[in-house]
């Protein structure tokens, strides 16, 4: 059988799959070669792809022979689910293999913008030995707010409470008894209003949906701390880059750091590249190597068991 991988795949993951006796055809920047793609779909039994690659009805009827797509991490909005459901082909997620690295990226961030010691090496390079100015500040009893309360919330609550972090969290698919309240003592906020007029620092983590695309907007700036910052782990789309950057520059809001854009890579001349105080990174929150060798083994494995007729424990359809 035969296997074809349109994006990034870490080696351990490929070396698995040739291990359990498939032919993989490998090219890293086919998702940005369409009509290729097209061409070569017909002639594999299973798809893995990245976050680029457009698996929409076009590319699925395509896929003649396809009997799995595998996701090589957990957004699945470049994936029509519906589509892919009503042609019987299931499709399966990396499954948390990346939660404990977002959670990472996430102290990461509140560490940075508390303590900025990259902008203070830079400065002291320069000559300056600006004391005062690098001061910074204690993440103990700072208040994170999660928007979304799933794995890489919990995870990344854990963490923050042993910072000494007070933690809420808004999920209106959470239960009061569902782990992440129960045993990780997260806060609830009744409303996302409540949990932005309460946190110095708000983590996104929900998927991008109609009803979550731009829910980050000026309004709900207009509720958070002046000194708040806002991270994005999730999905570009979520936050209104706009809206962002008109809050920073009038100090309704601190600043806030993204690794996600609603057009990656990010424009040289986008305003986002033009605000100091919005940080950019280049999608990696989920980008270390610990987590790409957990998903791609994850996935190779998962789509092996799919395969050869089972039922996968990450299949999402």
Same mark, same amino acid.
């Given at each position: 059988?035969?296997?074809?991988?349109?994006?990034?795949?870490?080696?351990?993951?490929?070396?698995?799959?040739?291990?359990?006796?498939?032919?993989?055809?490998?090219?890293?920047?086919?998702? =940005? *070669?369409?009509?290729?793609?097209? /061409? $070569?779909?017909?002639?594999?039994?299973? @798809?893995?792809?990245?976050? !680029?690659?457009?698996?929409?009805?076009?590319?699925?009827?395509?896929?003649?022979?396809?009997?799995?797509?595998?996701?090589?991490?957990?957004?699945?909005?470049?994936?029509?689910?519906?589509?892919?459901?009503?042609?019987?082909?299931?499709?399966?997620?990396?499954?948390?293999?990346?939660?404990?690295?977002?959670?990472?990226?996430?102290?990461?961030?509140?560490?940075?913008?508390?303590?900025?010691?990259?902008?203070?090496?830079?400065?002291?390079?320069?000559?300056?030995?600006? =004391? *005062?100015?690098?001061?910074?500040? /204690? $993440?103990?009893?700072?208040?994170?707010? @999660?928007?979304?309360?799933? !794995?890489?919330?919990?995870?990344?609550?854990?963490?923050?409470?042993?910072?000494?972090?007070?933690?809420?969290?808004?999920?209106?698919?959470?239960?009061?008894?569902?782990?992440?309240?129960?045993?990780?003592?997260?806060?609830?906020?009744?409303?996302?209003?409540?949990?932005?007029?309460?946190?110095?620092?708000?983590?996104?983590?929900?998927?991008?949906?109609?009803?979550?695309?731009?829910?980050?907007?000026?309004?709900?700036?207009?509720?958070?701390?002046?000194?708040?910052?806002?991270?994005?782990?999730?999905?570009?789309?979520?936050?209104?880059?706009?809206?962002?950057?008109?809050?920073?520059?009038?100090?309704?809001?601190?600043?806030?750091?993204?690794?996600?854009?609603?057009?990656?890579?990010?424009?040289?001349?986008?305003?986002?590249?033009?605000?100091?105080?919005?940080?950019?990174?280049?999608?990696?929150?989920?980008?270390?190597?610990?987590?790409?060798?957990?998903?791609?083994?994850?996935?190779?494995?998962?789509?092996?068991?799919?395969?050869?007729?089972?039922?996968?424990?990450?299949?999402?359809?």
């Amino acid at each position: 059988m035969k296997i074809l991988v349109t994006e990034l795949m870490w080696e351990d993951g490929l070396a698995e799959l040739r291990r359990l006796g498939y032919a993989v055809d490998y090219d890293m920047e086919l998702s =940005r *070669k369409r009509e290729e793609l097209l /061409e $070569l779909v017909p002639n594999y039994d299973a @798809l893995i792809v990245r976050n !680029e690659t457009r698996v929409d009805s076009e590319l699925l009827d395509a896929a003649t022979n396809a009997r799995v797509i595998g996701r090589l991490g957990v957004g699945l909005d470049n994936i029509d689910l519906k589509a892919a459901k009503e042609r019987h082909i299931p499709v399966i997620s990396a499954k948390n293999a990346n939660a404990t690295s977002v959670a990472e990226y996430v102290m990461a961030a509140m560490l940075d913008a508390s303590r900025p010691l990259s902008d203070a090496d830079a400065d002291v390079r320069r000559g300056s030995w600006d =004391r *005062k100015f690098f001061t910074g500040y /204690e $993440l103990n009893q700072r208040t994170l707010g @999660l928007v979304g309360m799933g !794995e890489i919330s919990n995870r990344t609550a854990r963490r923050a409470k042993a910072f000494g972090m007070d933690v809420i969290g808004y999920d209106p698919f959470v239960a009061p008894f569902d782990h992440i309240l129960a045993e990780t003592g997260v806060r609830a906020a009744n409303t996302l209003d409540e949990l932005l007029g309460e946190s110095d620092f708000i983590s996104i983590h929900v998927p991008l949906t109609n009803d979550t695309k731009h829910m980050m907007n000026k309004d709900k700036f207009s509720l958070m701390k002046p000194h708040a910052y806002v991270i994005n782990s999730a999905r570009g789309g979520i936050v209104h880059e706009r809206d962002l950057v008109d809050a920073v520059e009038s100090g309704d809001i601190a600043g806030a750091y993204l690794d996600v854009l609603e057009k990656e890579p990010v424009e040289a001349d986008s305003p986002l590249a033009q605000v100091e105080s919005i940080r950019l990174s280049p999608h990696i929150a989920g980008l270390t190597d610990e987590a790409q060798s957990r998903t791609a083994m994850l996935v190779a494995q998962e789509v092996d068991r799919v395969l050869h007729g089972g039922r996968s424990i990450c299949a999402v359809v």
